[in-house]
């Protein structure tokens, strides 16, 4: 009789006690699963939606959701280890200098040489190429910043400049001190930054008659150079 007598706590009493909460937490788990199906068919129901009503064309403004999502894939478009990382390179006048060359050549064309995102394909891009000026750029950390310019984002118009070098690196750290300091440029430093732009070969050919004539010359121009946009990393 003695061995029958099963004491509080023990036995199937606490096994019974173990499966109920397991059981608790398999419905939980189903709740939360089950809301997450939901949020996502919304957010799906509601790009499908504005698909359907609006078409696909890039020159309509980008809907609330489409921007919550574009801002969320820059996000995670800058894995944690690259984010976290401070900038190893010190803003020195020579940085500087050579960072305004390179965004001139290489990023102006997009985003303009103020950072204004205003210029022809600026305005075409779909998401639009945001002016990097205001606070949805500037409050991204360093490290964000580096991981846009080398990685770019996926379906997007930003590429990856990245060639995976050293030298390569730290001309993106470097722009990562330029793009800090668009909003200070001075008149000087845009006009010189015109100058740099790539051309087309009727733009350098009117540059080049204007020149001319301002000089008094009065023999043809020379015909326009080849603009290869190569990248000096």
Known sequence: MK???????????FRNTSSSGTRVDWRATFRALLVLIVLLAVVGGAIAYSVVRRGLSAHA?????????????RHWASP???????????????????????????????HANDGSGDTAIGRGL??????????????LIDGELFS?????IRLTGMPGWGNGTPEGER?????????????KLTPEEIERMEALNPKTADQWREEQEARRFLAGEDAAPPAAPPHKHDDPR
């Open 61 to 73: 403004e980008p809907s609330a959701v489409e921007e919550i999502v574009a801002r969320a894939m």
């Open 80 to 110: 944690q280890s690259v984010r976290n990382q401070a900038n190893p390179v010190q803003p020195t006048p020579e940085v500087l200098d050579q960072a305004l060359a390179h965004y001139a050549d290489h990023c102006a064309t997009c």
């Open 3 to 13: 061995e029958s007598r099963r004491r509080p706590g023990r036995g199937m009493p």
């Open 171 to 183: 001309e993106s750290w470097g722009l990562v001190h330029f793009i800090r300091r668009l909003e």
């Open 148 to 152: 846009i310019i080398e990685h770019g």
């Open 126 to 139: 779909y998401p639009r190429v945001p002016d990097m000026r205001t606070g949805s750029t500037q409050s």
